[in-house]
């Protein structure tokens, strides 16, 4: 049985994300989305539970999905899954530079670990997680961003943060 495993902040969740994620679960039996806590990026606009959840709920129509967290190093995370393989997806050569890098600094740690690239879908390229915070923050239309199954929290959130800075 092979595994997937799609790591990633999440904060939240985009349709460039879930577009990798139904991809990985077309070709792998298994695939496991796990929500990392990234200590690089200091201000998330979720929480990992909040996170975690939005992503439950967009992937529960994909049988072979399943979501975790991990506060912990992905290379180590990855242990526990017999032969599993990280799928990532790569936007730009900007996403190519930094995830040379993490492949390198994850098989220092475990050389087992292989790291596989899908390409970005052609309407996701520009897509990330903090064009959607910026874009909501301001009250843009969200659709065409993230999964329709979490549109109301994301823009719920957006709100209470024009409030607290407005
Ligand atoms: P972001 O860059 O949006 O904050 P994450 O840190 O959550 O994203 O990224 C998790 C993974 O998802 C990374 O491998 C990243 O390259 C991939 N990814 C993010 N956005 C897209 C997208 N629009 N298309 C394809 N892959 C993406």
New binding site residues.
């Given amino acids: 049985m092979r595994t997937a495993i799609c790591?990633?902040?999440?904060?939240p969740i985009?349709l460039?994300?879930l577009?990798?994620i139904r991809r990985a679960a077309q070709l792998f039996d298994k695939v496991v989305v796990c929500i990392m806590v990234n200590s690089t990026k200091t201000s998330p606009m979720f929480s990992i539970e909040e996170r975690a959840d939005m992503v439950r709920r967009t992937v529960g129509k994909y049988p072979n999905v399943t979501v975790d967290t991990s506060d912990g190093l992905l290379a180590e995370y990855a242990r526990q899954f017999e032969g599993a393989v990280v799928v990532?997806?790569?936007?730009a050569a900007s996403?190519f530079e930094y995830e040379f890098q993490m492949d390198l600094i994850n098989k220092n740690i475990n050389p087992q670990l292989e790291t596989i690239f899908l390409t970005?879908?052609g309407k996701?390229?520009f897509?990330?997680?903090?064009v959607v915070r910026e874009m909501a923050k301001y009250g843009a239309d969200l659709s065409g961003l993230v999964p329709d199954e979490i549109k109301s929290d994301v823009e719920i959130k957006a709100k209470q943060w024009r409030r607290n800075n407005g």
């Avoid at 790591?7 to 904060?11: E, L």
Wanted: charge should be neutral.
């Fill in positions: 790591p990633g902040s999440f904060d985009t460039g994300h577009n990798i990532k997806g790569l936007r996403d970005a879908s996701y390229t897509l990330s997680s903090s």
